[in-house]
Each structure stands twice: as C-alpha cells, then as structure tokens.
C-alpha cells in the first residue's frame, strides 16, 4: 500500500484507520519476557531454621463493675459504697499490672453529671479502660 505517488488524478482520501499491528507484536514480545522472567522472581534460598514451641500468655485484665441507681447509690462489685470512697479506690486499682477496666453500669433514667463525675474521678486516679455496659434488649420509650 503506496501513500503517495506521481500520478496527481488519482485522489485518494487520507487514511483514517490505525494500525494495531506493532502494537500486537510488542504486546507479545512483552508477555514472552515475562513468560521467562517469572519463574526467576521466586527463587529461594533454603534455610533450615530452630523450631520453637510457644504458648500466647492470655491473662484478661481484672475488671470492676460499678453500677449507679437513678438515685445516685453506687455498687462496686455489688457491694454497696459511698461517693467519697471512689477516689481512694480507684487509685488502688489503678497501680495493678495489668490495669484493671471499669465498667460503668448506669441506669436509663440517671442524670449524666453522675456519670460524668464517676468517670472524671477514675480519669483523674489514672484508670485509662473505662467502658460502659448496656442492654441491647431493654425496649425503648
């Protein structure tokens, strides 16, 4: 196929279409070099190692669950306490490896700012785990 010649009568219209061919041989010529270079990439080098045994150490931290009425009563444990203990026992518990999580156990009707001054008082004796239980089930209002 001649793009140009002598004859000036002859017109013809200039082509339109693009020639995939060089494209398809280079793609091949590609996909050859990575046929052979392949295998190559996953050499190893064998290497005979110790073997060792090992158990995970699993210890779940200890946690106190402190729940408060709508009337402000607090339950460490269950066991009744007064407001003012909270301090002192949160620092007791707050020197413990591995440092013990406070669950926080409020009843639905209970103004937040008793909560607030829970978790202000445990922040404030060093216990970082802090986490609060609820009950999906309880149907709401």
């Known amino acids: 196929m001649s793009f140009g010649s002598f004859n000036s009568q002859k017109q013809r219209p200039p082509m339109a279409e693009i020639n995939v061919v060089p494209l398809v041989d280079v793609m091949l010529v590609l996909l050859v070099i990575f046929i052979i270079t392949a295998p190559l990439l996953t050499h190893s080098v064998k290497i005979d190692l110790p ?3 090992s158990n995970p150490n699993i210890t779940k931290p200890e946690h106190i669950e402190l729940a408060i009425r709508e009337d402000g009563s607090l339950y460490w444990n269950g066991e009744l306490v007064p407001k003012a203990s909270l301090p002192a026992r949160f620092a007791v518990e707050a020197k413990k490896q591995p440092q013990v999580e406070l669950h926080i156990k409020a009843d ?13 008082a445990a922040a404030n004796a060093g216990l970082v785990r802090i986490g609060f239980v609820t009950d999906p089930s309880a149907s709401h209002e």
Request: aromatic share 6%; net charge positive; no cysteine.
């Open 108 to 120: 639905r009707l209970l103004h937040y700012e008793n909560v607030a001054q829970v978790m202000s």
């Open 51 to 53: 073997k060792a045994s």
